[in-house]
């Protein structure tokens, strides 16, 4: 998947560390990569739930 989103990094054969949301639909709603080392935030995630109800 992370390949299919553009977030793989061949070189290094990992993905980017990334929050990929996708709607009822199959269309991507959110996304947002962070730092390798950085834990993504939950809240923000729950947020954007939230709002799209």
Not at 7 to 12: N, P
Not at 36 to 52: N, T, Y
Request: glycine share 10%.
């Amino acid at each position: 998947m992370a390949a299919l989103y553009g977030l793989f990094r061949e070189k290094e054969g990992f993905a980017e560390r990334a929050n990929v949301l996708v709607d009822e639909h199959g269309k991507v709603a959110f996304v947002r990569i962070y730092e390798l080392k950085q834990l993504p935030p939950i809240d923000e995630i729950v947020g954007v739930l939230l709002k799209r109800g």
